[in-house]
């Protein structure tokens, strides 16, 4: 089992740059989780989705976010315009059938800073 | 909404000694409690989970207890060693309007250091 794959594992880019995060889910997995982890905030969640259709986005911070899911297996967290105070590392998570019931698989996480 | 109040922030203890972390949640609804722990530097990975049917669960040093009238829920780690030192995190799963249950609201960690 390869576990949750995101990409890159570090990015470093300049305010108002666009920043494109990559998650790919354990397969089989119907859930997929965007969580963004400060020092300030801890663990927060930022969407989720279920079978491919976005559930709750209520903590997408606001309109620069965005996130896709277009298939099973990938999904992806844009930022643009990237701002300073996004920088954080930020963990993509998937689960299997039921979601708060069974185990959340978390991937190694995208540390993003933003100059 | 839910909300998960994890303490103690931070906890120092010598290795061999018990440790002791205690969270509470607001919805009396959620029903699935994870722990995580967490490494410098790395993924949270789960280490033990409760369902709100049970109220106690062992796996060899850890043992999580839940008392859904208080709602509140503990992880116990008996004969505590270095390698126990990491961040822990609890979380609970709350009820949503759609009638699935998908996520989880986190505790903001304790950190645990095991002296040697």
């Known amino acids: 089992d390869a576990g949750v794959i995101q990409s890159p594992r570090h990015e470093v880019t300049e305010m108002g740059q666009e920043v494109t995060l990559r998650c790919k ?13 400060t020092m300030m905030r801890g663990l927060e969640l930022l969407i989720y989705f279920n079978n491919n259709v976005p559930i709750d986005d209520s903590g997408m ?20 315009p990237s701002e300073p105070r996004d920088s954080a590392v930020y963990f993509c998570a998937s689960s299997f059938g039921g979601g708060s019931n069974q185990p959340q ?6 540390r993003l800073s933003i100059l | 909404g839910e909300n998960v109040e994890q303490h103690p922030s931070t906890l120092s203890v010598q290795e061999g ?9 607001s919805d009396s609804a959620s029903n699935y409690f994870p722990w995580y722990k967490q490494e410098l530097g ?10 709100s049917n049970v109220g106690e669960k062992k796996d060899q040093r850890i043992a999580v ?27 609970a799963s709350p ?7 998908g996520n989880l609201i986190f505790g903001k960690g304790t950190k645990l250091s095991v002296k040697p």
């Not at chain 1, 911070?61 to 643009?80: C, G, H, V, W, Y």
């Not at chain 2, 990975?45 to 369902?51: A, S």
């Not at chain 2, 009820?95 to 249950?101: D, K, L």
């Open chain 2, 42 to 51: 790395k993924r949270p990975q789960l280490i033990i989970d409760i369902r």
């Open chain 2, 65 to 91: 207890t839940l008392n859904k009238t208080a709602k509140h829920f503990s992880l116990h780690i008996t004969e505590t060693q270095p390698e126990d030192s990491a961040v822990y995190f609890c979380a």
């Open chain 1, 61 to 80: 911070p606001e309109d620069r976010f965005s996130a896709k899911m277009p298939n099973a297996s990938f999904s992806t967290l844009k930022i643009q």
């Open chain 1, 105 to 110: 698989h978390f991937g190694d996480g995208t």
């Open chain 2, 95 to 101: 009820h949503t309007p759609w009638g699935s249950q």
């Open chain 2, 17 to 25: 000694d018990s440790a002791v972390i205690k969270c509470t949640y």
């Open chain 1, 25 to 37: 889910p354990i397969s089989g997995h119907d859930y997929l989780f965007w969580y963004r982890q």
